[in-house]
C-alpha cells in the first residue's frame, strides 16, 4: 500500500478471481467459462476490417445491441443497460442505488461484499438454509435493498419464478435486483416481471452461457427509471466501457441464439450425468440448475481434493471458508473434461491419497 491511499480503501478486502495459472495446460473448470467457443456468425464480424476500425471510439449508448436485447423481451433500448462484464453493473447498481443498505444471501457471489464495502454500504446477509437454499420467506418486507444470485452461486440452486415475485412484491420501495448470470442453463429469468414491478432490476452476463467471458459484456433489464441512472453513472465513469469489438461479438451472439441455447442444453446434460456419477461415487452434490456443480464427499476434505486435482491438471474452485470448507465447485466443461474429472476423481478415492487421517 503506498502512502497516497485514501484511506477509506485501506481495510478493503478486494476479491480473489479463481487462479489462472500459466506453468502448464489445464483442464479449467474453475471459474464457470463456456467450454465451446462463440458462434462462427461472432468469429467471422471480428475481422481485419473492424480492428483496424479500432482507431474509432465505439458507440457510447451501445444503440444497435441494446435494441436487439430488449427486442427478445418485447422493450425498446431504453430499458435495457449494458456494460463491461455483469461486475461493471453490480457495482454501479451498488454505487447508484444502495446508500440505505442492502440483504444478501451469507454464501453467494463474493462480489456482492466487495461491493457494498467499497461504496460504503451497509450490508447484512442472511443464512442459507441447512441444504444450502435461499429462504424467500428471510426476504419479505424488508427495509433495505435485496440481492440474489438466481441461480445461487456457488450452489446451483434456484427460487422459482413466483418466490422471487413475493420477493419483490412485498419490497415495494426497495429495488431487488436479481443476478441471472447462470439462468440460461435452467432456471426461470425474471425478466417478463420487469414489466410489473419497477422495482426490479435483473442482472444479465454473456460471459457464460455466451461463450464471452473474455469479451466483458454484461447487461441489466428494467424500468426505464432505472436504467436513466445506470446510464448516469456509466457516463460519469466511463461512457466508453464496452470496446468495439466486443459490442460487434454481443450483436452477433444475439443473433446466432440458436447455437448458445444448444450448447447450453448440452451443458446442462453434461451437468446432470456428471452429477449423477459423483453421487455414485458417494459425493454430496446439489441440485445445480448452472453450469457448475458444486460437490463435498466425506471420504475426502475439499482442500486435498482441490490439491489432488490440480496435481492432475485439472483446476476447480475451492472457497475454503465457512460451512462449505468441505465444498468444491466444478465448472461445466466439454464431456471429455468431465470423464477426465470422474476419472481423476476416482483414482484420487481409491488410489493411496493421504489427505484424510486414516490412522
Ligand atoms: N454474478 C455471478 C453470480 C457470477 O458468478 C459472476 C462471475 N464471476 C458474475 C456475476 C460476473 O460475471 P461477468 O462480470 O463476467 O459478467
Known amino acids: 500500500m503506498s502512502r497516497f491511499l485514501n484511506e477509506k480503501y485501506a481495510s478493503l478486502e478486494a476479491y480473489t478471481p479463481g487462479e489462472q495459472p500459466r506453468d502448464k495446460k489445464y483442464i479449467k473448470l474453475n471459474t464457470n467459462e463456456s467450454p465451446f467457443p462463440p458462434s462462427d456468425g461472432v468469429l467471422a464480424a471480428l475481422n481485419e476490417r473492424e480492428v483496424s476500425d479500432l482507431r474509432l471510439y465505439p458507440d457510447p449508448e451501445c444503440r444497435v445491441l441494446r435494441e436487439k436485447l430488449g427486442a427478445l423481451f418485447g422493450y425498446g433500448a431504453e430499458h435495457v443497460f449494458v456494460s463491461n462484464g455483469s461486475d ?13 443498505g442492502v ?13 457494498a464495502e467499497l ?4 450490508y447484512e446477509t442472511v443464512p442459507l438454509t441447512e441444504e444450502f437454499r435461499v429462504a424467500p420467506e428471510d426476504y419479505i ?3 433495505q435493498n435485496i440481492v440474489i444470485a438466481n441461480p445461487n452461486a456457488p450452489t446451483g440452486l434456484c427460487l422459482s419464478l413466483s418466490e422471487i415475485e413475493q420477493i419483490v412484491s412485498s419490497n415495494p420501495d426497495r429495488l431487488v435486483l436479481i443476478d441471472e448470470a447462470y439462468v440460461d442453463f435452467g432456471g426461470e429469468s425474471a425478466i417478463p416481471l420487469t414489466k410489473r414491478y419497477d422495482n426490479l432490476l435483473v442482472v444479465r452476463t454473456f460471459s457464460k452461457s455466451g461463450s464471452l467471458a473474455g469479451g466483458r459484456l454484461g447487461f441489466a433489464v428494467g424500468n426505464e427509471g432505472l436504467i436513466a441512472d445506470l446510464e448516469k453513472i456509466k457516463y460519469s465513469t466511463n461512457p466508453y466501457s464496452i470496446n468495439r469489438l466486443t459490442l460487434l461479438a454481443g450483436e452477433k451472439t444475439v443473433d446466432d441464439r440458436e447455437y448458445y441455447r444448444e450448447n447450453c442444453r448440452i451443458i446442462a446434460e453434461t451437468r446432470d450425468d456428471t452429477r449423477d456419477a459423483l453421487r455414485k461415487m458417494g459425493f454430496y452434490v446439489t ?11 466425506d471420504k475426502i476434505d475439499g482442500e486435498t481434493l482441490y490439491k489432488a486435482l490440480r496435481e492432475k491438471g485439472i483446476l476447480v474452485r475451492y472457497f475454503g471458508k465457512g460451512r462449505i470448507r468441505n465444498f468444491n465447485r466444478i465448472s461445466i466443461g466439454t464431456r471429455a473434461d468431465m470423464d477426465a474429472l470422474l476419472k481423476a476423481v476416482e483414482e484420487i478415492l481409491g488410489g493411496d491419497f493421504l489427505g484424510g487421517n486414516f490412522f
Open 88 to 100: 461493471d453493473i453490480l457495482n454501479f447498481a451498488f454505487m447508484a442505488f444502495c446508500e440505505n
Open 103 to 115: 440483504l444478501f444471501p451469507d454464501i453467494s457471489y463474493g462480489f456482492y461484499k466487495v461491493y
Open 119 to 122: 461504496h460504503g454500504v451497509p
Open 141 to 143: 418486507g424488508k427495509n
Open 287 to 297: 441440485d445445480s440448475k448452472a453450469n457448475f456443480l458444486f460437490a463435498s464427499s
